[in-house]
């Protein structure tokens, strides 16, 4: 069975429509991807579906949270004759009225479009009344296309609503991503567990296998022109007054995307922005010259403005692609030497993640401190200001405060002054090892070790998830503890993680092993210790190469009392 539905833009004149037919037992996020692919927009804002009788509203958003509804089955709904509407981006307001014309005999589990009127809609313009200042930028509709990429569809069959599982074409596709991202930020993280390491290698096939079905069916980007062509002419003046560029403001469209395009390939300019780039963006650069394209979530690109500036992305598809211009000018300015700097920027935005992942805040001074105790350099704070101030410009979650140092998100509402009224008593924690210090900022990850080992054993055996997805939970759950997460927040994470808990006794248990790991996790309000560490009170490390000193030591200040008593108070 099918519906066939006629889905017209509100107050667009001449009216811009699709027919569409449709397979029943399908959720409300699909029928978000059919509309979307059918009129061109790009999955970059939230959505809902609002039936006026009996009352009822879906709300979905482009990276699927768990207080979404739109994972509700669209069938009950499905009245012949019925109308309702579909509004996109609510800043916009695009609203879509859809009348559901006749209830059809229909056994594929894709869609189809069996008529069409008027182009692509224009993402971000003011709406249907700013879409016609920008109607000679809208694309034609390529009714012949969109209907073979629906063919590609397999959409699952739902036969109920799960607040949980958003049961959409795109999961498996968001879960490999993921894993992708994460088994490239652990590294060997499993590696000698040949089990775990098997599950792996079968993850990252499939998702090889997937990647290698998109890029059979898009074609391959020329010039990084022919991407800023479909942007709108206030996307292109956004992306120039970011890279402080100027001079642009008379020039057309058309003659404004050549322009930024050959400032952005100029040489020194293209050297500057890479050499600022973090090692992840690096890698996913360099991955998707190499591949022909690789698979990104809308997160990942809205956090590089790198990956944003440098290539195209296909939001429906959530797939990344280098230009052929960009990458020949690329090989042109990745000498050894330009490789080198590039690696210095990279280890020196290392310690500053590390530093921020650790502690939250630091005064710039103690910050170039532990700089120069590991690097054995003389790095002064000026030069240290003016380096993490031009990552603050590419977009880097930095904040530079009254000789401070912090994680953005400290800075609303001076929250930064309640934790460093929390940190007060407790001396910072500096690994001996250089390298446990540059991997926190490198994994942004606190990686699990004997301490924490419990708590993938409670995963593994008592909810019985094996790799990779006992260490995507542990990530999950590992970051909400960090944050001082409530008791409610982490168990319906495992939930939504799959994890089957129900029961006061399965609670309990859950809410043991989380305290317990909460309590092993290094924390901002202990200036990077443990709960447990602090409570030993042991491992108070001055600096790399200096001996560790124990709270029953002579205090190093000379002063003949122990260490405890003297100036481990401070």
């Known amino acids: 069975m099918g519906y066939q539905l006629k889905i017209t833009i509100k107050n667009s004149h001449p009216p811009i429509w699709r027919r569409i037919l449709v397979p029943d037992r399908i959720t409300f996020f699909d029928l978000d991807d059919i ?43 499905m009245d012949e004759g019925r109308s309702f509407t579909y509004t996109y981006d609510f800043g916009d307001d695009w609203e879509h009225v859809i009348k559901v014309e006749k209830i059809v005999p229909y056994d594929k589990r894709y869609p189809q479009v069996l008529k069409y009127k008027g182009p692509n809609m224009v ?18 509709f390529d009714m012949e296309r969109v209907n073979a990429d629906y063919q590609k569809w397999n ?57 290698d079905c998109i890029r059979e069916n898009v074609e391959e ?5 022919d991407i800023y062509k479909h942007y709108s002419k206030d996307n292109l003046i956004e992306i120039a007054k970011f890279h ?58 809205e956090n590089s403005s790198l990956l944003m500036t440098y290539g195209g992305f296909n939001a429906a598809l959530e797939f990344y692609q280098v230009p052929q211009d960009v990458q020949d000018k690329y090989r042109e300015i990745c000498t050894p030497e330009f490789r080198e700097e590039c690696l210095k920027n990279q280890q020196f935005m290392d310690y500053c993640d590390a530093a921020l992942f650790l502690y939250g805040v630091l005064p710039v001074e103690k910050f170039v401190e532990i700089y120069n105790a590991y690097e054995g350099a003389n790095l002064n704070i000026s030069e240290a200001v003016e380096r993490i101030e031009a990552y603050i410009h590419t977009g880097e979650p930095y904040v530079l405060k009254e000789g401070l140092f912090m994680d953005e998100d400290l800075e609303e509402e001076d929250m930064f002054c309640g934790l460093l009224k929390k940190q007060e008593k407790y001396s910072y924690y500096i690994p001996e090892d250089r390298e446990e210090f540059l991997a926190y900022g490198r994994d942004e990850f606190q990686k699990p070790d004997e301490t924490v080992q419990f708590f993938m054993t409670y995963l593994q055996k008592k909810l019985h998830k094996k ?10 759950v590992q970051e909400e503890l960090r944050m001082n997460a409530s008791a409610e927040e982490l168990i319906d994470t495992l939930v939504d993680c799959g994890c089957k808990i129900s029961s006061q006794k399965q609670i309990e248990e859950a ?46 200040c000379g002063s003949g009392k122990k260490y405890k008593n003297c100036c481990g108070k401070k």
Not at 125 to 136: H, K, N, R
Not at 159 to 188: A, C, F, P, Q
Not at 221 to 225: A, P, Q, T, W
Not at 540 to 550: D, E, L, Q
């Open 35 to 77: 509309i979307e692919k059918a009129f061109g927009w790009t999955h970059g804002h939230m959505f809902a579906f609002d039936f006026q009788y009996p009352a009822g509203e879906f709300v979905g958003s482009p990276m699927h949270d768990k207080k979404d509804t739109a994972d509700e089955c669209i069938d009950e709904w």
């Open 123 to 140: 993402e971000d313009c003011g709406g249907i009344w700013g879409f016609y200042d920008y109607e000679d930028e809208a694309v034609p």
């Open 155 to 211: 959409l699952p069959v739902v036969m109920e609503t799960s607040r949980h599982v958003n049961k959409s074409k795109y999961d498996d596709k968001d879960d490999m991503d993921e894993w992708d991202m994460l088994k490239m930020l652990i590294g060997s993280l499993t590696s000698d567990d040949p089990e775990d390491m098997s599950g792996i290698e079968q993850w990252m096939d499939a998702m090889r296998e997937h990647e």
């Open 221 to 225: 980007i020329k010039s990084l022109e």
């Open 244 to 301: 402080g560029f100027t001079g642009y403001r008379k020039l057309s469209k058309k003659d404004l995307s050549r322009w930024l395009k050959n400032h952005l390939l100029e040489t020194t300019f293209m050297k500057n922005t890479f050499s600022r780039a973090s090692e992840k963006e690096l890698h996913l650069f360099e991955s998707a010259i190499e591949q022909h394209g690789i698979c990104l979530t809308d997160e990942l690109m």
């Open 467 to 476: 790799a990779p997805e006992d260490i995507m939970i542990y990530t999950y």
């Open 511 to 556: 809410m043991k092993n989380l305290w317990k790991l909460g309590n092993n996790l290094r924390k901002w309000d202990y200036r990077g210790h443990t709960y447990v560490e602090i409570q030993k009170n042991e491992k108070i490390i001055a600096f790399p190469g200096t001996k560790k000193v124990y709270p029953n030591d002579p205090c190093p």
